[in-house]
């Protein structure tokens, strides 16, 4: 929440939902995966911690991007954009395919 980017919260982490360490529980038609909302008044601080972060975030744009980096952008300068994908991935506009 505190680099800049693009924060990556699964639904419920700000009330301390775990999974139980699994991050792949789409399948999972049990416990693991439902919601459970006790969690929100045992995780109370948790959760008005999350809300200060960001409310915070809102206060400093300097901590989001108005537009996601681009190769022609990366080009040249010092930015090191790297996009990954089946075939292999890109740096700064140049194909690596994997071997």
């Keep these: 929440m505190l680099s800049r980017g693009v924060p990556m919260l699964l639904g419920s982490d700000e009330c301390g939902r775990s999974q139980r360490g699994n991050n792949n529980a789409y399948c999972q038609d049990n416990e693991i995966s439902w919601y459970d909302w006790r ?11 999350v809300r200060e972060l960001i409310a915070f975030r809102k206060a ?11 190769p022609e952008k990366a080009a040249g300068s010092q930015i090191v954009l790297v996009l990954h994908s089946c075939a292999g991935l890109v740096r700064n506009g140049e194909m690596r395919r994997f071997q």
């Design 60 to 70: 400093h744009p300097v901590l989001s991007k108005e537009r996601f980096y681009t």
């Design 39 to 49: 969690l929100l008044d045992r995780n109370r601080e948790l959760l008005r911690f």
